[in-house]
């Protein structure tokens, strides 16, 4: 029983638990939805948010936020798409592209540790920049040509679930692992829990916030490849929202807007969750204009009860500390209570 309540007081357990139960009550109103080509395409459509969200939780552990990670994968998008049509390489066309938005991040990183400039400011004006830059680059005009050997690689499985989604459940429990694991591995954590501190331990905060953008600089162009290849065409609007997405579900996972807590599964965990109730949604015969409202209500609820929570643990933190010093000052002048 103590192992079970240990587990709920875990934020990605407890959302998880939380998706299993959502999933098999739609299932109740609509069997339909509980078929395993039904699961699996849920899982397979949110690949290319839970990329997004784990390159944003990066910046979010480290007290930051970046809202150009949606621009950052139209431009991924983009590129690949031009570079497949010139004949290049699918290889090269997805080191280009990944290259391309590694870059965005690097810019990024560079004017947020360096420069000093807010993360807000900097990712802004970046998303305006890379979504100026797609419109130039492609005339403004779609490209609804992609090579259909590339769109295929989407439908290549192992044992009935896509390879793409495979890669990138494994990336994740290997990024959750590595981060637990190694103490070199959470800078990111000590930078969002304490900046100054960590400054004083000897850490470069300076080091941690080029790396956590540069990181969400480049799962935002996996993201951008995945689209290309799931979608099979690209619009001018591709990855447009998808940042503000991101951030919900990073925070729905366990994720910390103060910074300093959640894992890689938290991207993970929130981002099949929020794709989960899009599908929910239409299998209840919602229509569709109400899912942009959904999500932003969710959005909204999400942030005010990590708001709460992180409210009522400093407040249980504060009152242990002052029982802490009670007792001491208590033992020091012989007083028992």
């Known amino acids: 029983m103590k192992a ?7 934020r990605e357990a407890a959302v998880f638990l939380l998706l299993v139960v959502l999933v098999l009550g739609v299932g109740i109103v609509n069997p339909i939805f509980l078929k395993p080509d039904t699961l699996k395409g ?36 983009v590129v690949a798409g031009l570079s497949l049509n010139a004949g290049i390489s699918y290889g090269g066309s997805i080191l280009l592209a990944v290259g391309a938005s590694l870059a965005a ?10 420069l000093e400039i807010p993360p807000i400011i900097m990712t802004l004006g970046m998303m305006g920049v890379l979504r100026g830059l797609m419109y130039i680059i492609t005339g403004g005009s779609w490209i609804d040509t992609i090579p259909t050997g590339f769109k295929n690689m989407s439908g290549v499985s192992f044992a009935g679930i896509s390879v793409f989604a495979w890669i990138v459940i494994v990336m994740s429990v290997v990024m959750t692992a590595v981060v637990k694991r190694f103490k070199s591995a959470r800078i990111f954590y000590y930078i969002g829990d304490n900046e100054e501190g960590a400054f004083f331990m000897g850490i470069s905060v300076k080091r941690g916030l ?31 929202g998808q ?11 366990g ?19 929020l794709t989960t109730i899009d599908s929910v949604l239409v299998f209840l015969k919602v229509p569709a204009f109400w899912n942009d409202a959904i999500a932003g209500a ?8 990590d708001f709460r929570f992180r409210m009522l643990l400093e407040v249980k933190e504060k009152k242990e500390r002052l029982k802490y010093i009670r007792i001491s000052r208590n033992n020091e002048t012989g007083v028992v209570r």
């Open 105 to 114: 991040g690097i810019v990024n990183g560079f004017g947020v540790a360096l």
């Open 4 to 10: 079970v309540k240990d587990l709920l007081k875990k």
């Open 298 to 305: 969710i959005l909204l609820v999400v942030v005010l009860l």
């Open 243 to 253: 940042e503000l997405r991101a951030i919900a579900a990073c925070v729905l996972g």
């Open 42 to 77: 849920v899982l397979d459509n949110s690949l290319i948010l839970i990329l997004i969200a784990t390159g944003e939780m990066f910046v979010l552990l480290t007290a930051g936020i970046d809202v150009s990670l949606g621009a950052v994968t139209g431009l991924s998008a």
């Open 210 to 240: 080029f790396f956590a953008y540069s990181l969400a600089g480049l799962f935002a162009g996996l993201a951008g490849i995945v689209f290309v290849s799931r979608i099979g065409f690209i619009p001018m609007q591709t990855g447009s």
């Open 255 to 273: 994720v910390s807007l103060s910074g300093g807590v959640g894992i890689p599964l938290s991207a993970l965990i929130g981002g099949l969750f």
